[in-house]
C-alpha cells in the first residue's frame, strides 16, 4: 500500500491485548466505542472514545481493550506524518475528524489520489495538525516496587493508602519509595496519583457514567472537589465531559 494514508477498522473483545509492537507507518489510535489503555516505555494512556492516541512510526506500544472496543484507526506514510506531533500524544477528537476517519476506513486501500481520497486525506492532515493536545498521559514508573504499586492504584484509583502503607504493601520503605517516584516519573506521588485518577475518570466520564460516581470511583472525598481537580487539569468540567454511550460504532 503506497498511499499516505489508510484507515483501519476492527473490533476487538474486551481484555483483548495486543502485546508490545510497533509499526513502519505513524499512528492515530482511534475507537468509535469502549476505551484502550495504551503503554508506552515511558508513559501510560487511557484512550477514551472521544480521543486518540497519536503513535509514531517505530514507537513501541501495548494495546490492552478495557471492554469490548471498535477500533477505527489510521496509518500515515512519513511525508503525511509531518502534519502529527513528534512524540505520543493524545488528541480531542471532535466530530469532523470522527467523521473523516470514518469515511477513511470505508475507502479501499489503494484510494484514487485524483479523486475523493486525496480531499479526505488532505482534511484528515489538517485536523490532525491544528488538533490541540491532552494531558492524558500518566508517566510509567521503571521501578518494579512502583510498578507494582502502579498497577495496583490502576486496579482500584481510589485507594488511599499512604506511602507507608505502599511500603509495606512493596517492600519498600516510604522514604525510598518517595524518592523514586520523582526519579522515575517526574512527580510526586501525590502528583503521580492525581493524573492517574484524572485519566481514570475521563474514560469513565466517556463511558457516560455520571460524574458524582466516577469521583467516588476514583477516589475524590466529594464531588465538588474532583470537578475542581478536574477543571484545572483539563479547562472543562466533568459534566461538559461527560459523552453518551447510546450511539452504536459503525
Known amino acids: 500500500m503506497d498511499r499516505p494514508l489508510a484507515g483501519y477498522a476492527h473490533d476487538y473483545a474486551g481484555g483483548h491485548d495486543t502485546g508490545l509492537h510497533h509499526h513502519a507507518r505513524a499512528q492515530l489510535l482511534y475507537a468509535t ?84 481520497g486525496a480531499h479526505l486525506a488532505a482534511l484528515i492532515l489538517d485536523e490532525i495538525a491544528g488538533a490541540a493536545t491532552l494531558p492524558l498521559g500518566v508517566p510509567a514508573p521503571r521501578d518494579a516496587r512502583l510498578r507494582r504499586l502502579a498497577e495496583a492504584l490502576r486496579a482500584n484509583p481510589a ?57 467516588a470511583r476514583v477516589g475524590y472525598a466529594s464531588a465538588p472537589a474532583f470537578g475542581a481537580a478536574y477543571r484545572a487539569a483539563f479547562g472543562v468540567t466533568p459534566r461538559g465531559r461527560r459523552v453518551s454511550p447510546a450511539r452504536p460504532a459503525p
Open 159 to 215: 485507594d488511599t493508602r499512604t506511602l507507608e502503607g505502599w511500603g509495606e504493601a512493596v517492600g519498600a520503605s516510604a522514604r525510598t519509595l518517595a524518592r523514586l517516584f520523582p526519579r522515575d516519573t517526574g512527580l510526586s506521588f501525590a502528583a503521580w496519583r492525581q493524573a492517574l485518577r484524572l485519566a481514570e475518570a475521563s474514560a469513565l466520564l466517556a463511558e457516560g457514567m455520571a460524574p458524582a460516581r466516577v469521583a
Open 33 to 116: 466505542r469502549g476505551a484502550m489503555r495504551v503503554e508506552t516505555e515511558a508513559m501510560d494512556y487511557v484512550v477514551p472514545a472521544d480521543r486518540a492516541l497519536w503513535v509514531p512510526a517505530g514507537h513501541p506500544h501495548r494495546v490492552r481493550m478495557a471492554g469490548a472496543v471498535a477500533m477505527r484507526a489510521l496509518f500515515l506514510r512519513e511525508d503525511a506524518a509531518r502534519a502529527g506531533p513528534p512524540a505520543a500524544t493524545v488528541l480531542p477528537v471532535q466530530p469532523l475528524l470522527r467523521e473523516l476517519i470514518l469515511a477513511a476506513c470505508a475507502m479501499p486501500m489503494e484510494w484514487d489520489e485524483a479523486g475523493r
